[in-house]
């Protein structure tokens, strides 16, 4: 049988360790929520370029529409 001392010092490293996994497990859904936000940012950031680049193209695209059709009114 383990002696008063040595069961308290195994309490304290079990709460200690408790103490430990919780802060690990806080710690790690922070990252995880940091990274889904970092991925969401950049995600929503190339999504828009792409957009922007669709617009430009598509307003480019009447600009010519307009400009051919004007000559041939003329």
Same mark, same amino acid.
């Given at each position: 049988?383990?002696?008063? $001392?040595? $069961?308290?010092?195994?309490?304290?490293? +079990?709460?200690?360790?408790?103490l430990r996994k919780r802060e690990e497990k806080v710690k790690r859904k922070e990252d995880l929520d940091r990274a889904i936000n970092a991925f969401v940012k950049?995600?929503?950031?190339?999504?828009?370029?792409e957009e922007a680049a669709k617009e430009a193209k598509r307003a480019k695209?009447? +600009?010519v529409k307009l400009?051919?059709?004007?000559?041939?009114?003329?």
């Open positions: 049988m383990r002696t008063a $001392k040595a $069961k308290a010092r195994a309490v304290e490293f +079990a709460e200690a360790e408790k950049k995600w929503n950031k190339k999504r828009d370029r695209k009447y +600009a400009r051919s059709g004007r000559q041939i009114r003329r």
